[in-house]
């Protein structure tokens, strides 16, 4: 692992202040500054001590088995025309990305004597991942979930609770991802001294875009090693990954920030149509202003209320992105597309059968994108498969195309 | 230039009551009503308000009311439209409390002036860091006459309290207990902390809120400070109320005199 390079200096990485250009910070109340000011003071630090890196790469091999396969995908290559590689995190233990950045939360609190574990879902991934991690190290462990995505995403839900996690439903707003986050925002607030609150995306108040990424960036770090093997070069042309706060895409574009050769594309969760008024494409319907205490483009009234976005998939219902993908947006380092309802739900059938995987609806977006892309025939194309998809069985059977009785 | 909040400091050491109510709360129009009621029934202070669809420092009875005031239409143009004239029924100082988002949308210098109009004293944006608003906005403030409160906590370390007072005007808000709104966390523990704030002797005079709700609550905070913030005890008692200034009357007389 490289977690702990220091990249200040560099123009994509988090500077000294917690801002990526003219997004981040840390836009908490006082209640929350020890806690953060905690977090800022020591998280660097803890990052780079030999024995954490040991202790996390260990458990990312031996627990959560890593690396991820690089798997060159034959026949989605041969339909797209193009070198398609899928990352493979689908496979690690719990079924997705998040268990990178909860084991490497779960060993940051305990270095700093926490002793309650506290979390926000929109899929559950990340509050599965996280009750997961909780159980491994023996701590109390309560996940804030949006009473409609426990409704959506019951098998998640019921693996939390087998593992030990409370589940706190929050009812306030539109009872999706930001409300769970604010929620457990909350429960922070009013728990300022043992608790750690593993935050699941990139992003929130800094140190947790940069940590969160810092803790995925394992992605990218192996796609380096594994295109070397299979291709002779280290660096893709194209890097694919969907953006609800966008972990997996900042894991999966760290190590390919500073290489301006290789394109990197963003897919946001269009939903119904970007101007339907059921969408959760931030860079489209965004401006400028702060959520769950980062300053970053999100989906706002003209009065500067946050607006509840849409996805059919509650990993990407999310009414902002990442400080770190705001900037790369601005800057035109990444390219940002969107993908519909529909055309996720398209792409997963797709998937299913032609490789014989079935994705969760968030990556689904990624590979929803691949037909738009004018690659060239030798262009190698990296898709992260950030999850599996369990989870989403039931929205793929209710909507399987009706005209194949069933059969896609 | 003086500013109303000095004005009342000056004059009133102690036992200094701070009333919360978001605008727009119950009704729409109910905001000068409101505030009309809170100065002739005896509050000293009026903080307004302004709703926030995510406001991460409250607790379900503010955000409730909060949630409700946007149903009912309200936002900072329709804020500054209810205050134009507001000056010419109350002499008392008032706040504007929010979070940094819709402010910032509206744009710190626009929101300062506007303040500045109508008559506003002071501001509470409890996100809005401190050296953020040292570096790039406390000039804006200082030009319209508007101070800004910051909040110290339980946890707020002696150094960082003294760097909040310096930075500070009007007075500093001491969070009883590190809790959001409404919390009710027991009070009576945090004596060590009130005289730990009483001992750094600061500048500003400092009103003590969160967990105040009752004359029990208001007597402790005005004893360990010059007095006290009510927030979600105020808004719980008039949500339902068909009576709005008799139970504002009630709320008031119960406070201060049982």
Redesign the interface.
């Known amino acids: 692992m490289k977690i702990a390079e220091n990249t200040f200096g560099s123009k994509y990485h988090v500077d000294e202040k917690g801002f990526y250009g003219r997004f981040g910070g840390a836009y908490i109340p006082e209640m929350l500054f020890p806690n953060v000011d905690e977090l800022q003071r020591n998280y660097l630090q803890i990052l780079k001590d030999p024995s954490f890196q040991q202790e996390f790469d260990q458990l990312l091999r031996d627990y959560v088995g890593r690396p991820s396969p690089l798997y060159f995908a034959k026949r989605l290559s041969e339909k797209y025309k193009a070198q398609i590689y899928l990352k493979r995190e689908d496979l690690n233990h719990t079924g997705a990305h998040k268990v990178n950045n909860t084991i490497g939360q779960i060993l940051l609190a305990k270095r700093l004597g926490k002793t309650r574990i506290i979390a926000e879902t929109g899929a559950g991934q990340h509050g599965v991942a996280t009750a997961t991690v909780c159980a491994l190290m023996g701590l109390e462990c309560v996940v804030y979930m949006g009473s409609i995505d426990i409704q959506r995403q019951a098998p998640n839900v019921a693996r939390m609770k087998m593992l030990g996690a409370t589940v706190v439903p929050a009812t306030s707003g539109s009872q999706t991802l930001k409300d769970a986050c604010n929620e457990a925002i909350r429960d922070w607030i009013n728990n300022p001294v043992d608790t750690h609150y593993i935050l699941g995306t990139a992003a929130g108040p800094h140190p947790y875009p940069d940590m969160v990424t810092r803790f995925q960036s394992v992605i990218s770090e192996e796609i380096k090693k594994q295109l070397l093997e299979k291709t002779g070069k280290e660096n893709p042309d194209y890097v694919m990954a969907c953006i609800g706060g966008g972990s997996n895409a900042a894991g999966a574009y760290y190590h390919f920030l500073d290489e301006p050769d290789v394109k990197l594309i963003a897919i946001e969760a269009g939903g119904k149509g970007v101007h339907s008024g059921h969408s959760a494409a931030t860079t489209q319907l965004g401006k400028l202003g702060i959520i769950h205490a980062s300053k970053t483009l999100l989906m706002q009234t003209e009065d500067g209320q946050i607006t509840e976005p849409y996805s059919i998939s509650a990993g990407l219902d999310y009414p902002g992105i990442g400080p770190l993908h705001s900037h790369l947006y601005e800057t035109g380092r990444a390219t940002f597309l969107n993908a519909t309802d529909d055309e996720a739900l398209q792409a997963a059938y797709e998937l299913t059968r032609l490789e014989g995987i079935i994705p969760a609806l968030e990556s689904s977006h990624a590979l929803a994108k691949l037909g738009q892309v004018a690659f060239k025939p030798e262009d190698v194309v990296v898709v992260c498969l950030s999850g599996r998809g369990d989870k989403d069985m039931e929205t793929y059977i209710r909507n399987l195309p009706a005209n194949t009785g069933g059969n896609v | 230039m003086s500013n109303r909040i000095d004005q009342l400091f000056a004059g009133k050491k102690t036992g200094v009551l701070n009333i919360y109510c978001t605008a727009g709360f119950p009704e729409l129009n109910d905001t000068l009503p409101v505030m009309q009621s809170l100065q002739q029934h005896g509050a000293d202070m009026i903080e307004l308000g302004m709703p926030?669809?995510?406001p991460?420092?409250d607790?379900?009875v503010i955000?409730d009311s909060s949630?409700r005031a946007?149903k009912n239409g309200m936002?900072?143009?329709v804020l500054f439209e209810q205050l134009k004239d507001f000056r010419q029924h109350i002499h008392l100082p008032v706040l504007l409390m929010g979070?940094?988002?819709?402010?910032?949308?509206?744009g710190i210098e626009n929101f300062c002036k506007k303040c500045a109009e109508v008559g506003v004293d002071g501001v509470i944006l409890?996100?809005?860091?401190m050296d953020?608003y040292e570096h790039a906005y406390k000039p804006v403030f200082e030009k319209y006459n508007l101070h800004l409160i910051?909040?110290?906590?339980p946890?707020?370390?002696e150094e960082?309290i003294k760097k909040?007072d310096s930075v500070s005007k009007g007075f500093v808000y001491a969070?009883s207990s590190?809790?959001?709104t409404g919390?009710d966390k027991d009070m009576g523990n945090q004596q060590a902390y009130f005289e730990r704030l009483k001992a750094l002797a600061l500048k500003n005079p400092v009103l003590i809120g969160f967990g105040i709700k009752d004359k029990a609550t208001f007597d402790a905070a005005a004893s360990n400070s010059n007095g006290g913030i009510i927030g979600t005890a105020f808004i719980r008692a008039i949500e339902n109320t068909t009576n709005l200034d008799a139970t504002i009357k009630t709320f008031i007389a119960g406070v201060k005199h049982n």
Request: net charge negative; proline share 10%; hydrophobic share 40%.
């Open positions: 926030f669809s995510d991460l420092a607790g379900p955000q949630t946007i936002s900072l143009k979070y940094l988002n819709p402010v910032l949308l509206y409890p996100d809005l860091p953020e910051f909040l110290v906590t946890e707020t370390s960082r909040i969070v590190s809790s959001t919390k």
